[in-house]
Nanobody, 122 residues
Framework: VQLQASGGGLVQAGDSLRLACAAA????????MGWFRQAPGRERDFVAA????????FYADSVKGRFTISRDNSKNTVYLQMNNLKPEDTAVYYC????????????????WGQGTLVTVSS
């Protein structure tokens, strides 16, 4: 499956953004789908994920209550709604997919999009 992330941009603290991850060559309902982010000089960190079929959602503690992962199977797209953004949310955001749930470690996920930059100014 090929993944294409979009929706990043420059916003101010407290603003909202919605990222999209469009999939091709596979249907998202067949995969576990996740979002990760990588700030400059840091490792790629887990943000949020769906388990297979979307029956369970997982979030990093730092984004709980502010970010929501969702999916539109008709568009074969996964979204990350980000509200009340903070400067520490600044990072390149990546979507990921795998036929098995790989948890919060980025190294286990097989398929990756190219990343979209989110910059939050204070």
């Amino acid at each position: 499956v090929q993944l294409q992330a979009s929706g990043g941009g420059l916003v101010q603290a407290g603003d909202s953004l919605r990222l999209a991850c469009a999939a091709a060559g596979g249907t998202i309902s067949s995969y576990h789908m996740g979002w990760f982010r990588q700030a400059p000089g840091r490792e790629r960190d887990f943000v949020a994920a769906f388990s297979w079929g979307g029956r369970r959602q997982f979030y990093a503690d730092s984004v709980k209550g502010r970010f929501t992962i969702s999916r539109d199977n008709s568009k074969n797209t996964v979204y990350l709604q980000m509200n009340n953004l903070k400067p520490e949310d600044t990072a390149v955001y990546y979507c990921a997919a795998d036929l098995s749930y790989r948890g919060k470690e980025s190294a286990g996920w097989e398929y990756w999009g190219q990343g979209t930059l989110v910059t939050v100014s204070s």
